[in-house]
Structures are given as C-alpha cells and as structure tokens.
Antibody, heavy 120, light 108 residues
Framework: QVQLQESGPGLVKPSQTLSLTCTVS??????????WSWIRQPAGKGLEWIGR???????NYNPSLKSRVTISVDTSKNQFSLKLSSVTAADTAVYYC????????????WGQGTLVTVSS | SYELTQPPSVSVSPGQTARITCSGD??????AYWYQQKPGQAPVLVIY???ERPSGIPERFSGSSSGTTVTLTISGVQAEDEADYYC???????????FGGGTKLTVL
C-alpha cells in the first residue's frame, strides 16, 4: 500500500522560504507511471494546485505561484520536495503531497497534510 | 488564469438527488475529476474522466459532461455524503491543473 507523508517546519517567518518534503513508501518514486504533486488548502477554503514533477525532473507550476515555487525529486531517498519563497500570511495553509497515475490522470494517493503557518 | 466555477452550496434531503455543477471553458477538451472531502481529511476521488467511478465508490455517485459544464450527481443522498466536493481539471493545453472553488453539500 502506497503511503505519502509530508514533513517540514510548521511555522515559517514572513519573507522566508517554506520547505516541505514528501516521503513515499510502498512504491518507487522512480516509476515512470506516476507524477508527483503539491496541493494546498487554507483553513476554511478550497484546494489550490501548486505544481507537479515527473520522474524525468520536468516540472509544471501554478502560474500564480510560478515565480516563487520549486519542486524537486530525490529518487535515492524516495522523496520529493517543495520550496516556496518570500512567503506571506496568505501562504498559511495545509499542504498536501499527492501522486497522479499518468494514464488515469487523477490524484490517487494523498498525504495526510501538514499545516504550515506563516507568522513572525 | 483558468478557473472552474462551482456553486458554493447545495442542500438536499436524505433520499433525494443532489447535482453539483462545474463550469470551465476548457472542459470540452479536458477531463474532469471529482473529489469528496470531509473535515480534517484528505480528498477522496469519486469520479474520474468525467463519468468513470473508481472501485469502492457507491453506484449512487455518477458524473456527466455537456459542453463547458460537468455535473456530479448523487442519487439517493445519504447523511454520510455530507461533505465538500471539488471538481478538478486542466487548462486547455494540459500544462497545469485547476480545482473548482468547492461545493458544500448539506444533507438536511
């Protein structure tokens, strides 16, 4: 059974960089059948897609966040990561990592989510 | 940037049929997906590729598409179906994903 687990600081200061890691267990992140995404959800609000990374290293980002986002993958650790720079209070949210099966194109496995608060 | 539009809320009585719409200009080109989210939980897929139902999802959940609008239909709504529902799709070129704003389904 595939499991995804987010990890990283729960509190980030304004203007700093938010860094999160998603550890994948029960399957290889290197499988070409999948790609890996980050999604966030502010409290009481809707889901926002942040971006995705393919096992080739190719990425796509939400146009509204593109200038501040970097997603990378570390196949040796079976992890992928999110960096979001110059954060403000508007970036406070639950951050989810998720897997997409390329043929079916839906988010089939999600992490439990991790709350990141931006505050001084 | 591209947007998907959903009604903020839908209310139905138990046993009735709930319909949740999602509108977007690229929906004739791109498949839509529907997720159910209950408080404190990650979303769960209930419909993929407009109208396909994953294994384990009750038959009362169905999806349809017409032009720039897709619809999630829940027939014979049960109390356990009370949740937030999100549609998801891609822009016309498939470069990025988008979620609708979400619809809160209330079972009266």
């Amino acid at each position: 059974q595939v499991q995804l687990q987010e990890s990283g600081p729960g509190l980030v200061k304004p203007s700093q960089t938010l860094s999160l890691t998603c550890t994948v267990s029960g399957g290889s992140i290197s499988s070409g059948s999948y790609y890996w995404s980050w999604i966030r959800q502010p409290a009481g609000k809707g889901l926002e897609w942040i971006g995705r990374i393919y096992t080739s290293g190719s990425t796509n980002y939400n146009p509204s966040l593109k200038s501040r986002v970097t997603i990378s993958v570390d196949t040796s650790k079976n992890q992928f990561s999110l960096k979001l720079s110059s954060v403000t209070a508007a970036d406070t949210a639950v951050y989810y990592c998720a897997r997409v099966e390329q043929q079916l194109e839906y988010f089939d496995y999600w992490g439990q989510g991790t709350l990141v608060t931006v505050s001084s | 940037s591209y947007e998907l539009t959903q009604p903020p809320s839908v209310s139905v009585s138990p046993g009735q049929t709930a319909r949740i719409t999602c509108s977007g200009d690229a929906l004739p080109k791109q498949y839509a997906y529907w997720y159910q989210q209950k408080p404190g939980q990650a979303p769960v897929l209930v419909i993929y590729k407009d109208s396909e139902r994953p294994s384990g999802i009750p038959e009362r959940f169905s999806g349809s598409s017409s032009g720039t609008t897709v619809t999630l239909t829940i027939s014979g709504v049960q109390a356990e179906d009370e949740a937030d529902y999100y549609c998801q799709s891609a822009d016309s070129s498939g470069t990025y994903e988008v979620f609708g704003g979400g619809t809160k389904l209330t079972v009266l």
